[in-house]
Each structure stands twice: as C-alpha cells, then as structure tokens.
DNA sequence: TCTGGGGTCCTAGGACCC
DNA sequence: TCTGGGGTCCTAGGACCC
C-alpha cells in the first residue's frame, strides 16, 4: 500500500491533499484540541490552518510515514520527528491511528483473499500473493489480475497500491518498489540483468545498513558487483547462510513459498519514555510502567488466545545501548501477575546504574491456550535427569 | 539533533543429555 | 591423567523488516 498511514489519514481530511503531510509516533495526540475545537462538523470542513504543524512539535519520536510531497524535503520514514522538522517546518503531523490503519489493513486483504486465496500476510501493509493457478491470473504476464486487483482495493478502500510481478517473492518484491505510488511492474527471469543489476545492493529485502556497509567496504556496490562474486567468496566473507543467499539473491534466485498460515512467536509490548529515567530516582514511575507492560501483554496473550514460558525484558540506555535478559519457565504463563514476577526477576539480573530510555516485556516459546501440555520437553528431561539408573537405561 | 513499536530469524557459548 | 561425538535447550545480542 502507498503511504500507507499518510494515505488512510487523507481519507479522513482530503483537505490535506497535495500537502506535506507526516504521521509520527506521540503519546500525545496533537489533533486532540482540532477535534475538540470542531466536534459535531464533518471533519473534512476543518481550515487547513488549524492542523498542527511539524515545528510545534517538543518531544520524542520518528516519523512512521511521510506523504510525497513531505519526502520531496528529504524527509522519510524513521527520520527523528525533530530533525523532520528542521527541513520541513511547515509539514502537518498527525499522530499514528493503529486502529484505523488495521480496519483499512483488513479491507484490503479481503479484496485480496476474495480475488487470489493464496496470500501470505507480511504486516499491515503488505502481502505476497501466489496468483500462479488463478484463472487468467497469466494473462498480460499477470498484468491483467494486478491491474483488476488494484482498481478492486482502490473502490473497497479508496487506497492506492503499487504491485510487482515476478516469479518469485525476492523479485516481486523488488518490482513492487519500481513504479511507486499506484505502479504496476513485471520483472521476468530474463529481465535481471537489465533491471536488478544496476540496483544498489541495499534494494534487496534482506541486505540492510550493517551489511550494505561491509559490501561497500568489499568494493560491492551494486547487485551486479555482487552477482561477480563467486560465491565460495561470499561465503569466506559472511559465513555458510548469509553469503550463500547473498549470491542467490544477487542472481534473483529465491524458492521460498507463499506462506498463507503461521503461528506467533512472541509478544511484547515496550515504551520510550518522555524523559530518561533512573532506576533509583525514579523507581515509583518505572515500577508502574513495568507493571503496565505486563498487564499489556497479558491482555494481548489472553486476547489472541495465547500462554508462553520464556519470559523477558528489554531495557534501552539513555546512551542506546540494548541490555536483555529473559527466563524460560516449566509451564507457559499468561497472566499479568506472574509475568510480572518473571520479568521482577530477570530485571534484577541487569545493570541499573544508568538512565534508561525505554523498557519492554516480551514472552516468547508461545502454545496455544489449551495446548500446553503439548511442550513437555524440560520436563521430561528433568524427569529422565533424576530417574533411576538401574531401571533407566544409560544408553 | 536525534533515533518508535512490534515482530522474525540467526549466531554462539554453555549446560546437559545419551 | 586425559579424554568423543553427537543432539537439544537456554540465554544474550544483533541484523533486519514493516
């Protein structure tokens, strides 16, 4: 989906259209007083000179969507909201609206499913479709189905998406990023030296800052540069897996399947603070936070229906240092009260000398609620571990 | 001048088991 | 006194993605 957040936004105030436009994680809703101020009008009608602006903004945060006429400023998503905001005062922030954007997420995935049943979900604004045995889905090279399924998503949804065609996920993928917004681009097998190889290597789903920066150093800059290597190279250079699918990926080769079902590993919830805080200074205020979280994720497990046994924290220094530590338990657990005396637990285990910036809760090894007796493996060798050895074989 | 929140997967060492 | 070869699980950190 083409900005996504950004574009859901301007659904609810087509005012803002053909303006810079941000959406940016805040506590605080910056459009609060706008409603307030406006109750009872159609939201549409509000004066685009009421919208808070981006310079106003004082706290902490980044951008999670920026329209296209923001990123023409040189803004985009993940930049810090204070830095956005010294290249594009003007811009109008809003804050993220995480139901909205997952009622609009479930819209279209639904066109999607209705149109092509095989879809593999990969996040609220994004899908890998197998349209391989739809009928007429080969027509135009797949072009006829994409187009068709555009103009379904845009009347369930009012939306714009941009989709890439390719005979598999990685050059799909690629593809999808060619014509953007509203774009359709069919990359075939034979096309990649035309259209991937000139690309820097970081366009490759998987190759991100850390090791677009060892390839540099490397004298590897583009995708062709890395298609040169031999991959027993690549292989020295960034180990057995990695550099094995470094040269697959380079040479467009990618066999995983679309993956339409799949179980979660772990759930977490975590928070910034407004300020930094200290353990010791501030032990009240972080010690409600830290309870908060628990009870956050307990709802979340108890919600989706959901127990686990490893239970964790996560702790971000003032100076963005990460320091985790986690526990696993015999019997997996959902409930706020004994996630927070797992996660009391490991918290002792950490330095807690210096300011901290954020704090998490996450529990992990996930089974469905009703299935726990289905992971009995600590158990069984705990038991096994005390058993007799005259009645328990040795080997 | 700073840098969110929610995830997945991989690596590597140590404990423990057979 | 010196000594194996698997395997799984746990833990901490890190890369990467949306």
């Given at each position: 989906m083409d900005a996504f957040y950004a574009s859901v936004e301007l659904l609810r105030y087509p005012q803002l259209k053909g303006l810079p436009l941000v959406i940016g994680g805040s506590r605080r809703r910056p459009d609060d007083a706008l409603l307030q101020r406006h109750a009872g009008q159609p939201l549409s009608a509000i004066p685009v000179e009421e919208f808070p602006l981006l310079k106003d903004y004082t706290g902490?945060?980044?951008?999670?969507?920026?329209t296209y006429p923001a990123r023409q400023f040189g803004i985009g998503s993940a930049m810090g909201l204070m830095k956005a905001a010294r290249l594009c005062p003007q811009a109008i922030l809003l804050p993220v609206d995480f139901a909205e954007y997952r009622r609009f997420s479930r819209l279209f995935k639904e066109v999607v499913l209705s149109m092509a049943p095989l879809m593999e979900d990969r996040g609220v604004d994004e899908v890998y479709i197998d349209f391989t045995d739809v009928p007429g889905g080969q027509r135009q090279g797949g072009r006829a189905l994409a187009t068709l399924m555009q103009r379904a998503i845009a009347e369930a949804t009012g939306l714009t998406c941009s989709i890439g065609v390719a005979p598999n996920k990685l050059l799909a993928k690629m593809a999808s990023e060619f014509n953007k917004p509203n774009g359709i681009s069919i990359v075939q097998a034979e096309d990649l030296e035309k259209l991937v190889w000139p690309l820097a290597c970081r366009k490759i789903n998987g190759i991100g800052p850390k090791s677009e920066e060892k390839l540099r150093a490397l004298g590897i800059v583009t995708i062709a540069d890395l298609a040169a290597r031999p991959r027993s190279w690549l292989v020295q250079q960034f180990g057995k897996a990695y550099g094995a699918w470094l040269h697959d990926a380079a040479w467009g080769r990618d066999d995983r399947p679309v993956v339409t079902e799949s179980e979660p590993v772990s759930m977490s919830r975590e928070t910034t603070f407004e300020r930094d805080l200290h353990a010791q200074g501030d032990r009240e205020e972080?010690?409600?936070?830290?309870t908060a979280l628990c009870e956050q994720v307990a709802a979340d497990l108890q919600r989706k229906g959901?127990?686990?046994r490893t239970i964790g924290i996560k702790l971000r220094y003032a100076d963005f240092r990460i320091a985790t530590r986690d526990m696993t338990l015999e019997l997996p657990i959902a409930d706020a009260a004994s996630i927070r005396r797992a996660a009391g637990q490991c918290l002792k285990r950490v330095p807690l000398t210096q300011r901290l910036r954020l704090l998490g809760v996450r529990v992990g090894a996930l089974v469905k609620a009703g299935e726990e007796a289905a992971s009995p493996a600590p158990?069984?060798?705990?038991?096994?571990?005390g058993a007799d050895p005259f009645t328990a074989p040795l080997f």
């Open positions: 902490r945060g980044v951008i999670t969507t920026a972080l010690a409600r936070i830290f959901y127990s686990g158990l069984a060798r705990r038991a096994r571990a």
